[in-house]
């Protein structure tokens, strides 16, 4: 079966300092993958995606980036966090099933001080 | 611009049942999704709907008129584990999904 991972689940960083989450799924191969932030009171907010290594596609204009090193590999990185960025950031994979269903990592509790 | 509204809050009462609905307005349709959300988890996912009408999975179900860009959310025979968040999302044209910010519902004893 699939499964999805992220980590650190919890850091508390401050202003300035640089970022790195990591995200890695097994199970599968070539999977769709995708970085959400999630604020408090609102929706999702797609950040990056990847349909394979190397290609990223960047939604939000912001000092964030993605990487997708290895097929099954998706990292979230910012060289100087911001207090903006503090958030719940979650890690997908589309599922292939006809619906294409998001399946998430346990999600990093980011707080930027 | 692309919008998903569903309400911000709902309290329901343990077995009683509780609709909670979502209005979407998105550049094109293909498909829309419920997710829950616990406090402090990732979303998983609860239902999937494309064609009108009501799809049922144990105590939920899920209604879609794309006529009127609706949908809603049915739980039955509610249970305290059932208090979490809901999520509404929308794929769009380009098949992108679009998020509602989620309905906390609260489920008193």
């Known amino acids: 079966s699939q499964t999805i991972h992220q980590w650190p689940a919890t850091l508390v960083q401050p202003v300035g300092s640089p970022l790195s989450l990591e995200c890695t799924v097994e199970g599968t191969s070539n999977p769709n993958l995708y970085w959400y932030r999630q604020a408090a009171g609102r929706g999702l907010q797609l950040l990056f995606y990847s349909v394979g290594i190397g290609q990223i596609s960047s939604e939000v204009p912001q000092n964030l980036s993605a990487s997708r090193p290895q097929d099954r590999q998706f990292i979230l990185s910012s060289k100087k966090l911001l207090l903006s960025d503090s958030g719940f950031y979650l890690c997908?994979?589309?599922?292939?099933?006809?619906?294409?269903?998001?399946?998430f990592g346990e999600g990093s509790r980011l707080t930027v001080l | 611009g692309q919008n998903i509204d569903q309400p911000t809050e709902m309290t329901a009462t343990e077995g009683a049942i509780v609709q909670i609905n979502c209005t979407y307005q998105?550049?094109?349709?293909?498909?829309l999704f419920w997710y829950q959300q616990h406090a402090g988890e990732a979303p998983t996912f609860l239902s999937y709907?494309?064609l009108d009408g009501l799809e049922e999975k144990g105590r939920f179900s899920s209604f879609l008129s794309r006529s009127k860009g609706y949908s809603y959310l049915l739980l039955k025979e509610l249970q305290m584990k059932d208090s979490a968040s809901y999520l509404c999302a929308v794929k769009d044209s380009n098949y992108q999904l679009i998020w509602g910010a989620g309905t906390k519902l609260i489920i008193k004893p």
């Open positions: 998105t550049s094109g349709f293909n498909g």
């Open positions: 997908a994979w589309a599922g292939t099933s006809d619906s294409g269903e998001l399946f």
């Open positions: 709907n494309v």
